[in-house]
């Protein structure tokens, strides 16, 4: 019975100690969002009260004869409002003439003088001759204008700061709270799972191990008895030729298969080692292992930046109910979360298409897109089902540079079958050769390439 | 001063502009043309009591066709069982009301409730079974409820029909309501139905039902469960399909289960495919097209009247043309030459001014 209720415990407290690190993420990515916005409300009021405050100055400063910027810029722009009115009257006066076949030069003096006349009264509009008693007006005013400025001003940022320090304290608080939360709950889960820990274990450095794996379709061994490892950091490539079984290895790791024999094991995002045999389908992203297609999966209904955020499903912590009334949690969520699309769509240098859609994009695009909807869920391992297939030389040498760039910036570990041989051999760490589902050789692309095995297997044995 | 004037005009309207593009403007103007036409009833204007009916009845089936356009736009979902769902929340008012004597509150929960478990039973059929073969299992069920309607005298008084005197109770007693009321309520509840399937649809819920219907080998991939969205589009819009079916026994008083056939599900589903499966303003204008046509417009000529069959050839025609020239939908009509007239418009604008102010060079 004990071994029971501690299993089932211990999936409790895994599932508490995973919102909370999705809460960490979430509060560490919403201040800097909530402080932007604060600013800019800030700012703006700041620049209504100023506005205000120049007008009311400027009550006082036009009978008292006081020449300032704004003054100046306010009566510039109303002499060009004037001029534009003018130039327009004067092109309906000659297009009217025109029709007629009349000259027109009369009404077009007209109009020169009845603009004159104009100009003149705006300049004695806003600079009239000043009286005494609005000079000493102006003196005594200007003065408590000026202070009621300051007060109002130092009022308003004096409430932004405290806004300011509220919500940073708030945000703090609850990072501490649920970083101490963590830590008290990992404990308690060690202590559980002891020995669980100590049933599956992997090699240092190991990502993914395949262990005997065989994959039976009726009497097809399609996978046979199939081993290796995939190191933390490397770009990890599998080749073969067509229906090696590649396609069905990718299918058995991601569950959409389920192998006839043979374990699989994966260090999760919490460096856990998880025996992947006992996930289901949807569950394998929360692991860290994201896959992309062979022929691109796009929603074509949504355009790109919300199809990145397809894949960023199982981070949302907002539910149903939040989804149905819109909730306040969902709204600063989907804020976050755009902000991180946006930020992988700049990385891979394709943010021009964020508000695209999908139908019609060019195949290099599509791909690209796809690698940033990998990168929505924070994976550990990205699985790629060949992502050259369909693209011309330069897009690939592109995605060649990308796919590193990932594994760089984004700590990633890649795994990925291929076809173009050039892409492999240029971006692999490790290559493995399978032929007929069973191992041929494993090693560094020039060993593979030298090797005579895989060489008979790709062009036919003598 | 000038400049003061121009920077609040832009304030007021960047105001304005504000609370025209909100997502729910629409939704409150199309409301509040339901409504204008109940108000102008009660300062005087004579409008008919068909006219009145018939935008009643249209808004029930804009609510349950809402559900319905969860399932089929969203989900990719064909379902042909709605009547069935409707007939239930219509028989569920009326026996609670008149034989238990229960409030209205515990009518829409209990209807919520069976809902749910009707909604749990038909999306674990649909994970086996997808497409046309899912539509013919839903019309199995439906005529199956068809039946039952028919034969369980007892609660639904079989063939005759089942009536109410227009009485509700609202906590204990029995209230006898005006349908103006319940016509001014079922806008209301429509207006808030359209918010919330809007906030559905764009939510992520949304988006993860929209890549089930693209791909659901790509959907799991992405952590979607097919198991819970299958579940949660079907109970969804048998919700909907519920509460539309309570408001419908509420206004109209009387429910038969000749209503409650085939005829009726396919028209909803002509409706939502006319419309436009994945717009809310498609769904209101095919109901419109398919049902407020008919109630409103038809009804009022003895010609019509005398040879019901003519609408029913009419909405024939109508989905035949649809689907051949406008595969998205009426909707997708309307933006094409909106945005047509736009373009004509603004060359128009073009000629007058080259006329007026005389070409540029």
Partial sequence: ?462 | MMICRTEVCKDRKARFKQITNHPYFGFFIITFLMLIVQLLRVTGVPVSNTLIRAFGITMIYIIIALGFSILLGYAGLASLGTAGFVGIGTYILGYFTKNLEASIFIVILVSILGAIVIGLIVGFISLRIEGMYLAIITLGLSEILNEVFKNAVSITNGTNGLGLDSQLIIFKNLIFINHNTIFIFTAIIMFVMMILTLNLIKSPTGRALLAMRNSTSAAQAMGVSILKYRLMAFIVSTVYAMLGGVIYMSYISFSIPTTWSLAFSLNILAAVIVGGSQSIYGIVLGTFMIFGLNLGVFQQFDFFKENPAISVMFNGLLIILVIMFYPGGLIRLVTTTYYKLKNALAKLKMKWRNYRYGSDN
């Fill in chain 1, 1 to 462: 019975m004990v071994p029971i209720i501690n299993q089932i415990y211990a999936k409790f407290l895994e599932k508490r100690i995973n919102s909370a690190k999705t809460k960490i993420e979430f509060y560490d990515n919403f201040l800097p969002i909530k402080l932007q916005t604060l600013e800019d409300r800030y700012n703006r009021k700041v620049e209504i009260i100023k506005l205000k405050y120049k007008q009311k100055l400027l009550s006082l400063e036009i009978p008292a004869g006081v020449d300032s910027e704004y003054l100046k810029e306010i009566y510039e722009t109303e002499q060009a409002n004037l001029k534009d009115k003018f130039y327009w009257k004067e092109r309906i006066v000659k297009a009217s003439s025109q029709r007629k076949g009349e000259n027109g030069k009369e009404q077009i003096q007209e109009l020169e003088k009845e603009k004159s006349i104009k100009a003149n009264a705006i300049k004695n509009k806003y600079y009239p001759k000043s009286t005494s008693e609005a000079i000493k007006n102006y003196e005594t005013n200007q003065p408590i204008l000026n202070e009621t400025l300051e007060a109002k001003i130092t009022k308003i940022q004096t409430s932004y700061q405290i806004k300011v320090d509220k919500f940073s304290n708030k945000s703090n608080k609850a990072v501490k709270r649920y970083q101490e939360i963590n830590i008290n709950l990992s404990a308690k889960l060690h202590e559980i799972t002891k020995d669980k820990i100590a049933k599956y274990s992997l090699e240092e450095n190991v990502v993914l191990s395949l262990k005997s794996l065989s994959m039976h379709f009726g009497g097809l061994k399609a996978v046979d008895d199939l081993s290796f490892d995939v190191k933390e950091g490397e770009i990890f490539g599998l080749i073969g030729p067509n229906g090696a079984g590649k396609t069905t290895v990718f299918n058995c790791i991601t569950r959409f298969y389920k192998p006839t024999l043979g374990d699989i094991y994966f260090k999760n995002i919490y460096d856990d080692v998880v025996y992947l045999n006992d996930k289901l389908v949807h569950n394998i992203i929360k692991e860290g292992i994201v896959r992309t297609f062979q022929n691109v999966e796009m929603v074509w209904e949504l355009n790109v930046i919300d199809n990145l955020l397809v894949a960023a499903h199982t981070i949302y912590r907002s539910g149903f109910f939040g989804h149905l009334f819109n909730s306040r949690l969902l709204r600063q969520e989907e804020k976050v979360m755009r902000r991180k699309a946006m930020k992988i769509l700049e990385d891979l240098g394709i943010s021009a298409y964020q508000y695209a859609y999908p139908y019609g994009l060019p195949y290099g695009i599509l791909k690209k897109i796809e690698l940033a909807r990998t990168l929505m869920a924070n994976p550990k391992l990205i699985i790629l089902d060949e992502p050259a297939a369909g693209l011309n030389d330069v897009e690939t040498a592109d995605l060649a540079k990308v796919i590193k760039k990932i594994r760089d910036e984004y700590n990633a570990t890649i795994f990925l079958v291929e076809h173009d041989m050039g892409l492999v051999m240029d971006i692999c760490d490790t290559v493995c050769a399978i032929s007929f589902g069973k191992k041929l050789a494993m090693g560094s692309p020039k060993e593979i390439q030298n090797s005579k095995v895989v060489q008979e297997a790709y062009l036919g044995g003598e």
